[in-house]
């Protein structure tokens, strides 16, 4: 499958939120399943798209005026931004990767990992991008270790203290 990978314009708003939340629905990554409140958080794409830089890939068609397909996504937090959750001065931060389940497997979530890591190379002062990531995200896992993101246990944190949400951690040192 041919994709690029770009900004998110907002006509595809709706449909990224809507692959993000059925991602981590359909993985088991809720705990509440539809009354889970960060579920509204994954579908609001214009509210991350205000806060950070939202990219998508879509795939590419012959047709040059044709829109693609919106395949997935992911945000990425340049230096500490409103929307990171760990970040510290000097790295970017990589949220919220999600690609529709019919399209897995066909290296859109590297293409997009990949488009994060260039993004934080290019931001003057920017030493190394950081993400959080759930224990059972095996898939995701190996596409952050191929490309080069070591485990950072020492900053493992949980989102909601009452609930049993252990999230791990990983960097890339640019």
Same mark, same amino acid.
């Given at each position: 499958m041919d994709i690029a990978i770009r900004q998110a314009e907002p006509g595809d708003y709706e449909t990224l939120g809507e692959i993000t939340a059925q #991602?981590? /629905?359909? @993985? %088991?990554?809720? @705990?509440?399943?539809?009354s889970d409140e960060y579920l509204g958080e994954?579908? @609001?794409v214009a509210k991350r798209a205000a806060a950070a830089e939202v990219l998508v890939a879509i795939e590419r068609t012959s047709v !040059? *005026?044709?829109? %693609? *397909? =919106?395949?997935g996504g992911v945000t990425f937090v340049p230096d500490g931004g409103p929307?990171? @959750?760990?970040? &510290? !001065? %000097?790295?970017a931060e990589? &949220?919220?990767? #999600?690609? *529709?389940? #019919?399209?897995? %497997?066909?290296g859109i979530g590297e293409a /997009? =990992?990949?488009a994060c890591v260039d993004r934080a190379r290019a931001t003057d002062g920017c030493v190394r991008i950081v993400l959080s990531t759930q224990r059972t995200m095996r898939t995701a896992h190996r596409i952050y270790e191929r490309l080069g993101f070591v485990r950072t246990p020492g900053r493992d944190w949980t989102p909601v203290p009452?609930?049993?949400i252990a999230l791990l951690t990983y960097e890339l040192p640019l």
């Open positions: #991602a981590y /629905l359909r @993985d %088991g990554l809720l @705990d509440f399943g539809e994954l579908r @609001d !040059p *005026s044709a829109r %693609g *397909s =919106v395949l929307m990171a @959750d760990i970040a &510290r !001065p %000097g790295e990589m &949220r919220m990767l #999600a690609v *529709s389940h #019919a399209a897995r %497997g066909q /997009l =990992v990949r009452h609930l049993d």
